[in-house]
Every structure is written in C-alpha cells, then in structure tokens.
T-cell receptor
Framework: NAGVTQTPKFQVLKTGQSMTLQCAQD?????MSWYRQDPGMGLRLIHY???????DQGEVPNGYNVSRSTTEDFPLRLLSAAPSQTSVYFC???????????????FGDGTRLSIL | QQPVQSPQAVILREGEDAVINCSSS?????VHWYRQKHGEAPVFLMI?????EQKGHDKISASFNEKKQQSSLYLTASQLSYSGTYFC????????????FGQGTILTVHP
C-alpha cells in the first residue's frame, strides 16, 4: 500500500547543478502533478499530467522540466539549480483530473530541497 | 491565479468555532479543501462541486456559493487535532487539469 512515493526526502545542491526528483504512484492514477511550497505562498502548481505522454505547465513552470513516459512515474527535473528553487516539493496524484469530479489528490511526503 | 483565503491565521481554544473563507476572481467549478500538519503532506478533507453544495463530516463542514465564487470551511467545537494549515483549491472550467491552491490559513487550537 505505497501510494505516492517521492525520493529523495532531503537534498542539498549547489547552484548550477542538475537534479531529478522522483515521483511514483501505484494506484493506476491518470493524473499527476508537482507543487512547490514556500512559506506564506501556499502550494504552487509547477507542472501536471493528465496521462502518459501528456504534460502541461502550471503556475510556476520556469526552471523545471517534466515527462510522463509511464502511468506510474512523473519525474521533475531541475536543469540548472538556483537558490530561488529552495523549497519543499510535493507530488500528487488522482484517478482523474481535478475538474468536475470529486476525486481527492493523494500527496507524497515531499522532498526538501536546499540550493546553496 | 490563486484563490484568496481569509483570515491568514486563527487562534482558538478547544471547543470554539472557526470559519475559513476562500474566494476567487475566476469562475469556480469545484472547491477542494485540505489540511496540512507541520512537516507533513496535505491531507484531503472534502471536495464541493458547483451547485451551491454543502458537505460535512464529523464537525467540519463546508459550503460553496458558485455565484459569489466563494467557499467557506466551518470547524465547530474545535479539537487540538484541528490545528494545522488549511488550504482551499479551485479547479475546473478554463482551469481544467489545474488545481490551484490559496496561500493557506494557519489554525492553532489551544487547550
């Protein structure tokens, strides 16, 4: 009963380094998304995917790339890390996109990322 | 554009009631409510679909007024376990596929 699994839980990077945050779900959910959480800013949507092979931008996509080659996995890539990307990152999934349906989002435990 | 929550913070004593409001400048098709404890992931509370819906379980309920583009979360007879940050999210319509959250309301319940 894993649900949504994020790895790593903690990471420290230097400015300019690249990194991939992993997200996997075992619930056969079509919809997956990435959020970043900063103090006082709430949860801000970075990218989302409504199914394998389909991704789109959220509110704050700059500096991040995603791909969705399988239903289970939705990795988030930082190509050249910047201190402004220091944040807590949450991955979430649901059976269908959050529109006119009452499908809850299942969140992972988060990745705490610090960029020096 | 993020929905706006008010108040930003609430401090209660056990047994008191609280209301958290969520408003949007965009047409709302569904409103989602989550609670997050410090250092943990957000946890689902409820979703309200358009149609002037009200929902509730235990002592937490919510209403959704799509004409006013507002939703309110009602916490009655608060318990210590209600402490946390509450987020409302909006989805649907031109925002299909996107669930956009407000900035959060910090609720603290004291004994």
């Amino acid at each position: 009963n894993a649900g949504v699994t994020q790895t790593p839980k903690f990471q420290v990077l230097k400015t300019g380094q690249s990194m991939t945050l992993q997200c996997a779900q075992d619930m056969n959910h079509e919809y997956m998304s990435w959020y970043r959480q900063d103090p006082g800013m709430g949860l801000r949507l970075i990218h989302y995917s409504v199914g394998a092979g389909i991704t789109d931008q959220g509110e704050v996509p700059n500096g991040y790339n995603v791909s969705r080659s399988t239903t289970e996995d939705f990795p988030l890539r930082l190509l050249s890390a910047a201190p402004s990307q220091t944040s807590v990152y949450f991955c979430a999934s649901s059976y269908s996109p959050p529109a006119d349906h009452d499908q809850p989002q299942h969140f992972g435990d988060g990745t705490r990322l610090s960029i020096l | 554009q993020q929905p706006v929550q008010s108040p930003q913070a609430v401090i209660l004593r056990e047994g008191e009631d609280a209301v958290i409001n969520c408003s949007s400048s965009k047409a709302l098709y569904s409103v989602h409510w989550y609670r997050q404890k410090h250092g943990e992931a957000p946890v689902f509370l409820m979703i309200l679909l358009k149609g002037g819906e009200q929902k509730g379980h235990d002592k937490i309920s919510a209403s959704f007024n799509e004409k006013k583009q507002q939703s309110s979360l009602y916490l009655t007879a608060s318990q210590l376990s209600y402490s946390g940050t509450y987020f409302c999210g909006q989805a649907g319509g031109t925002s299909y596929g996107k669930l956009t959250f407000g900035q959060g309301t910090i609720l603290t319940v004291h004994p």
